[in-house]
């Protein structure tokens, strides 16, 4: 559905009891009664996609060719979901739905995309294994979207 994120990957990280909570129709008194709500969801990944990109694309701009988030950097997927996330919980209607943890994760979300547009955290293409650059800055903090296995890490060492 996004880029960043899609629904299979919010229910893997928040669980479907909370997703049907925050963004379920139906019947309030029963879970078996709730379905997810796809459009509210939808509506939300659309607003967390546009501004996760609006912080990285302009540094990355690998990730403009990415369209399904299983092949996106891990730490992208975290930041939308907590974005998506926070959005549904405080859309009219749902009051009271806002947590602490919620709002300081939303808040740290866009810490990091202000850090990544500035170069504090750079971000390295998944499909390519998550080998850095030789002349990568030494002021900043990669992250991989993948497992970095120790071949691969000991092959860009030795060249």
């Keep these: ?46 607003y967390a996609d546009s501004l996760v990109a609006g912080y990285v694309v302009a540094r990355n701009p690998w990730i403009a060719q990415i369209a399904d988030p299983a092949d996106m950097p891990a730490l992208l997927n975290g930041l939308a979901e907590d974005i998506v996330r926070y959005r549904l919980r405080n859309q009219a209607g749902v009051s009271g739905q806002m947590t602490e943890t919620v709002e300081e994760r939303y808040k740290a979300a866009l810490h990091s995309l202000r850090d990544i547009a500035s170069g504090k955290i750079d971000l ?31 092959e860009a060492f030795l060249k």
């Design 1 to 46: 559905m996004g880029r960043f994120v899609d629904i299979a990957g919010l229910i893997a990280t928040f669980g479907e009891d909370e997703l049907l909570q925050i963004a379920g129709t139906g019947d309030w008194n029963t879970p078996e009664g709730r379905s997810i709500d796809e459009a509210a969801i939808g509506r939300a990944i659309k």
């Design 124 to 154: 390295t293409d998944p499909r390519d294994g998550g080998l850095l650059p030789v002349e990568a800055a030494s002021d900043s903090v990669r992250i991989s979207g993948g497992p970095l296995t120790a071949a691969p890490l000991a």
